[in-house]
């Protein structure tokens, strides 16, 4: 099947959406997205920051789609032409989308421990306006402890039901999910029974935004003050790869790889993640690399640093071969000492 | 005229090697001309004033020593968020952040707060930066209105929370000259 996204066109499988589409095309037409999550089933079609424009149905149907579609949930049909950044409309939209999203979200950047890794803090950098239209109050509830090793702020979640699904899908018997509805709908577990589970660690790397945090790195540092590296360890529960964030030998937390749309790569068990803090545990393989303008960049060098070695030590100190003939005045010889110390430096 | 004998700055004086006569060679009158200009600046008014026991009024866009603001009620406003260390181009901020008690809530105004907060003064070039990063306001470098002193010893050019946080009675000031407005 033939699809083309802002103009560039690629080839795929029956069956897959929009938004897979433009992945694997890559670059600006990617839509953002803040509740799918591809290692999730189910997941998608929530949060409507991936609306795109389809000017084209199909080669049998020419027709435009009438609406903005979700382009997680919506599947590629032969010969279907979407407009993602290149449509005013979406763009638009995208916008007010991160408005509605930011209705209820707290301005609390500066205390949480997402930010600098936040999807929200991105989408509304690219696609927000600095300023509110929002009046009324915002919607608040009381802390819920959910257990030692997750953190939960209520305040900050957009229900994107990714953790949810995770603890659906990745561990045996579900021990948290949404309650109540509309305005009122809230993650919580069921009458505040801990998350014993061995992979309910994962719901920290799902969370778009800090309303689940690790509580073994709350507020020990911000992100982009660690340095991240790649390491493995044996582990017989999960893979063992990870990323340690370290702060000089200190490990401050452990999370799972995550790729360029922050997914994670591969699941990792809780013991990896909130029990071994020593770098002696861990097998190093180097430093992992973000994208170019992430914050988590600053200061971090992913490549060996060469010593510098200034090549014009010499024009420093004598100056130019030009300059020199010119500087020594013919008629006023230089004593022998003088001579040797200009040509030669006395240094 | 040609360029050579036009002085743009004005200053430009045409200097000859010319002999001098028997009055100008006794440099009896240039050292009295030379007197008179010493005299005259002895009955002017001084340019200079003893600091430290008197210091000048400072400028409004003046930068000196940091200070740590505090709110209307006296928290501090800091809450470690790290933008300032972030954005400091010299690398002089570094800082702790803790979690605030229930019982500190009239210390801290937010969850999170600075309980290591250190300024190397050594390395700091008051460029300003950290005022504009922060999203508190907690950060100023016009609010102390004093230069960062000069000592003996390198470590004393870490400023920590005791040289840099406001004082809590110029807070308290700060809020009576408020309510009083």
Redesign the interface.
Known sequence: MKVTIDGQSIEVEPGTTILQAARMIGGESVPPAMCYYSKLKGSGGKCRCCLVEVTKGSDADTRPMPKLMASCVTGVMDGMEVKSITSERVLDARKSVTEFLLINHPLDCPVCDQAGECDLQNLSFKHGSANTRYIEDRRTFEPENIGDNIQLHMNRCILCYRCVMTADQLTDNRVHGVLNRGDHAQISTYISKAIDNEFSGNMIDVCPVGALTDKTFRFKSRVWFNKPYNAHRDCDKCCGKTTLWMFGDEIQRVTARKDEYHEVEEFICNECRFEHKDPADWVIEGPRKFEKNSVINQNNYTRDMKPVKIETEKNILLGRDEDRKKISMSEVPLKGQEKKEFKEGNV | MAIETISLSGKKKEVSNKKMNFWESLYLIAIFKGLMITIKHLFKRKVTIKYPEQTRSLSPVYRGQHTLMRDDEGRERC?????C??SCPAEAITMK???RKPEEKHLYR???YAEIYEINMLRCIFCGLCEEAC??QAIYLTKSRTMVKAQTDREDFIYGKDKLVMPLDMAIKNTQNQAAN
């Open positions: 809450t470690a968020c790290g933008l260390a972030l952040a803790a979690e937010e969850e999170k999203p508190k």
